[in-house]
């Protein structure tokens, strides 16, 4: 049996391997420097690249939604998120564990992408 750090890995491997080549497309498209580049262009690009078989991802998600899923998942009836207006705040990327149903697929990991440093 594979180690779930193994899993990790890969995942974060190919999680910044698809960020270097965004920032790569993004300039050799545009000519632009590599600093400029969208994050969003840059989650998009990732995103559109992950393999299923690694992790399921939804993009731009708002704690609050990340809050309920993983409750109603893990069906603790733990209520709403403690703070007050946390729903405006937004997770780039949300990575489930591969599985067929989303609704059934546990939360995995939170992924936030920051342009001009380490993706």
Avoid at 18 to 34: H, Q
Avoid at 75 to 81: E, F, H, R
């Amino acid at each position: 049996m594979t180690h779930p750090l193994d899993r990790a890995e890969r995942v974060v491997n190919i999680l910044l391997d698809r960020a270097i080549k965004a920032v790569m497309r993004y300039t050799e498209f545009t000519g632009l420097n590599p600093q400029e580049a969208p994050e969003s262009y840059i989650v998009s690009h990732v995103f559109d690249h992950l393999p299923r078989s690694e992790a399921i991802g939804v993009l731009e998600v708002t704690y609050n939604s990340i809050w309920k899923w993983d409750h109603t998942a893990t069906d603790d009836g733990s209520g709403p998120l403690p703070f007050d207006q946390i729903d405006q705040k937004r997770v780039d990327l949300v990575l489930f564990e591969p599985r067929d149903v989303l609704a059934e697929a546990p939360i995995w990991g939170l992924v936030e992408f920051k342009r001009g440093g380490g993706y």
